[in-house]
Each structure stands twice: as C-alpha cells, then as structure tokens.
C-alpha cells in the first residue's frame, strides 16, 4: 500500500476555505486518492476520491496535482461542523481494505 | 434507508473473555469490513466478508474471527480478550470494491466501543 502524509493539525476560520494538504510520492499508476473524515465519536464519512483529474462534489473538491504526487481536499466554505480528522488514502484497484494513517485533525474557529 | 448499524454501542468485558460484535450493512451492500481503532489512531483494517466468505485478512491473530450471514450481516467475535483489545471496533459496508462503474466507497457505522477490564 502506498503510504500518505498529512499535517497533524490545521486550523481554518469558519466561512473560510480550508485547504488539507496530502503528500503520496509513492503513488503508482492504478491507485486511486481517497478522502475520509471522523467527526468525534462517529464512524468514517467518505468525502470524495479521485484518479487524475480534479473532482467535486456537494462537500469538497480534491485538486491532484499533474504527476500525481499530492493532492489537496478543498472544503469552499467551512462551517464548525467540518471540525473533524480527515484522512488521505491511497487505495489500488483490487484493494479491498482502507490503509488509514493518522491524518490531519482540523478544526474550525468562529 | 438506516445505514450501516452496530450494536451493541458500548461493552464492557473482563480480560479472558469472548466477545460478539453484529453489523447490519446498508441497503444493497454484500461486502462488509471491520476495523479496530485504538484511542488517538486511525482505524486499523481486521478483516472482510463477501459471499459469506473471508475475502482479505488485515495482521490480527486468530483470536479474531467473523462471519457473514445470507442476508450480508456481519458479526466479529473476538475469543481470549486482551486490555489491549479495548478499542472502537467498525464496521464498514460496500459494493466489492474495482467493480467498473459501480459506486464502491465504503459506509461505517458507529462503532462499538469495547472496554476490556
């Protein structure tokens, strides 16, 4: 599984973009970006993935970068309610677990 | 549509005991993972259920096993309880992940916070 790298902690002001930085330089040709987050004391909520190309949904946006070293979840307009650990995941075609490392905590000020 | 639904929500054992954990998936999914979390880390693949059958296995002992029903629940039953087995324990439902075209992000419930005294 490649491996991923994220800052352990961000903070962002609440109306803001928050922008959640993700490092996977080991990232091979068929192996999607994934994007969790846990809010306290929830289970895992799926936020988005994406292979190549910038994706969006109704949550955030994911921006991979051309060589496919980094990736950047975008939430446009972050609320208190995004306060929570967001994981970055490197998943392969096939793979059928989650790896999950420790991620980045984010919290959000008013 | 409820979602994916553990139960119980808390369980409090003492060292040496067994343990069953249940895991009802979400509506149309056949395939069911657990996940053990220890405080302050990311959670930590056990392992997945499809056709009944265990189809991948994360680096836990033998102490841990599963099963899936017909109907695509799940249970985790956990034999010899260590405190180190104290953990939010997950479950997460899905379609059989590298299906082309099909919607595979995997849903978790709850969680069922284990206490091994």
């Known amino acids: 599984d490649a491996k991923t790298t994220q800052p352990p902690s961000m903070d962002c002001a609440e109306g803001r973009a928050a922008n959640l930085p993700c490092n996977h330089s080991?990232?091979?040709?068929?192996?999607?970006v994934y994007w969790y987050r846990q809010i306290h004391s929830q289970g895992p909520q799926y936020i988005i993935h994406?292979?190549?190309n910038n994706e969006t949904n109704e949550m955030a946006s994911l921006i991979i970068t051309e060589d496919r070293k980094s990736s950047t979840l975008i939430l446009p307009h972050a609320t208190l309610r995004d306060t929570a650990v967001y994981y970055c995941i490197v998943r392969g075609l096939g793979a059928q677990k989650l790896v999950f490392g420790q991620g980045t905590r984010l919290t959000i000020n008013p | 549509d409820a979602g994916v639904t553990q139960s119980p929500t808390h369980l409090i054992k003492t060292r040496g005991q067994q343990v069953t954990l249940r895991c009802s998936p979400k509506?149309?999914?056949?395939?069911v993972s657990w996940y053990q979390q220890a405080l302050g880390q990311g959670p930590q693949f056990i392992f997945q259920?499809?056709?009944?059958?265990?189809?991948q296995r994360g680096n836990f002992p033998d102490r841990f096993s599963g099963h899936q029903f017909p109907n695509y629940s799940s249970e985790l039953n956990v034999n010899a309880l260590l405190l180190g087995d104290s953990a939010l324990y997950l479950c997460?439902?899905?379609?059989?992940?590298?299906?082309?075209?099909?919607?595979?992000?995997?849903?978790f419930g709850q969680g069922t916070r284990l206490t091994v005294v």
């Open positions: 997460a439902s899905s379609l059989p992940w590298g299906s082309p075209g099909r919607n595979t992000e995997a849903f």
């Open positions: 080991t990232i091979s040709g068929n192996e999607y």
């Open positions: 259920y499809y056709e009944e059958e265990e189809r």
């Open positions: 509506s149309g999914h056949d395939t």
């Open positions: 994406g292979l190549k």
